[in-house]
């Protein structure tokens, strides 16, 4: 176990609704990824936080946004879902600083699997 | 192009196979590489770092040739547990932070 989990474990929304995913990251992290994993594919990264930050970010659209908070736990929040947006939601932490980040190995949660109908 | 290109596969091997993955990246400023592991269903967790000397890790060798901007993954002695998907990663931070997978790569180990 990495120590890093998330909530909910599943969850079933309709098109055009929000949704909030959430994030402990694992004790002495202060960096937390966000991933879009479809089926057959790779984990596509959302966007990273650092202390609170927005420290990198992949090619989603603003509908998608987060925040991390004092206690570097976060959340993921997605507007107005599409179908597309289906999908296993990782979320992972790692202890680099903001300058260090990319030569850190990340610690994945067991994600959230979003069903959008 | 993808950023970050593996071959899905599958490979199905016998137990006992040596089997190799490769995996091409696109940006040359790419700084940081890693293998993961991702079995049916749970999430990616870290195989190796790949450094610029190579590295090995029991029957695990990871290799990096930035010149041709690809990583390679070889596997001897295949067990069944090996039986998972591959992810290479690929990372740079410029201003702001990418870290890219592969699409992976299946391997199915076989009795």
């Known amino acids: 176990e990495t120590g890093v989990t998330q909530s909910p474990t599943h969850l079933i929304k309709t098109r055009g609704q929000q949704v909030t995913l959430r994030c402990s990251s694992q004790?002495?992290?202060?960096?937390v990824s966000w991933y879009q994993q479809a089926l057959g594919q790779g984990p596509q990264f959302i966007f990273q936080?650092?202390?609170?930050?927005?420290?990198g970010r992949g090619n989603f659209p603003p509908r998608f946004s987060g925040l991390q908070f004092p206690n570097y736990s976060s959340e993921l929040n997605v507007n107005a879902l599409e179908l597309d947006d289906s999908a296993l939601y990782l979320c992972a932490s790692s202890p680099g600083g903001q300058a260090g980040v990319a030569y850190n190995e990340q610690f994945f949660g067991p994600g959230t699997r979003l069903t959008v109908l | 192009r993808k950023e970050v290109e593996q071959d899905p596969g599958p490979f199905n091997v016998p137990e006992g196979a040596t089997v190799a993955f490769n995996c091409t990246y696109s940006n040359s400023a790419s700084q940081s590489f890693f293998w993961y592991r991702q079995d049916c269903r749970k999430e990616p967790k870290l195989l190796m770092s790949?450094?610029?000397s190579g590295n090995e890790d029991g029957r695990f060798t990871a290799q990096l040739n930035r010149a041709s901007q690809y990583i390679s993954l070889l596997i001897r002695d295949s067990k069944l547990s090996d039986s998972a998907t591959y992810l290479c990663v690929v990372t740079s931070f410029s201003g702001t932070y990418k870290y890219i997978f592969g699409t992976g790569t299946r391997l199915k180990v076989l009795a």
């Open positions: 004790s002495g992290h202060n960096t």
């Open positions: 790949v450094y610029s």
């Open positions: 936080y650092y202390r609170e930050e927005e420290n």
